[in-house]
Nanobody, 124 residues
């Protein structure tokens, strides 16, 4: 069993930065690929970024490429999402997810564990 707890969300202005964290419990966390997804009001949950079990492979949605960076710290059982140059359209609840497979995926159905989410609001 893996439990995921996100933190770091908040209210910021256009152009600001935020760093989201996702702390994981469970001994096998380091063997899992991880991902970030987001859901805005009235919209379906969408892919943001994913990272392989060892951090060597990352993949981003086109809408965040060049602005967001996903990373992981095995010693802290934590993944991060550094978000720079934030835009109002980035406003959403952000969820981290764990996949019981070492390789990355941009499909939410490939992930087995989910956090409760953290809200990011970007004002114009």
């Amino acid at each position: 069993q893996v439990q995921l707890v996100e933190s770091g969300g908040g209210l910021v202005q256009t152009g600001d930065s935020l760093r989201l964290s996702c702390a994981a419990s469970g001994r096998t966390f380091n063997n899992y690929a991880m991902g970030w997804f987001r859901q805005a009001p009235g919209k379906e949950r969408g892919f943001v970024a994913t990272i392989s079990w060892n951090g060597d492979t990352t993949y981003y949605a086109d809408s965040v490429k060049g602005r967001f960076t996903i990373s992981r710290d095995h010693a802290k059982n934590t993944i991060y999402l550094q978000m720079d140059s934030l835009k109002p359209e980035d406003t959403a609840a952000y969820y981290c997810a764990a996949r019981t497979w070492p390789g990355t995926s941009d499909r939410d159905r490939d992930y087995n564990y989910w956090g409760q989410g953290t809200q990011v609001t970007v004002s114009s």
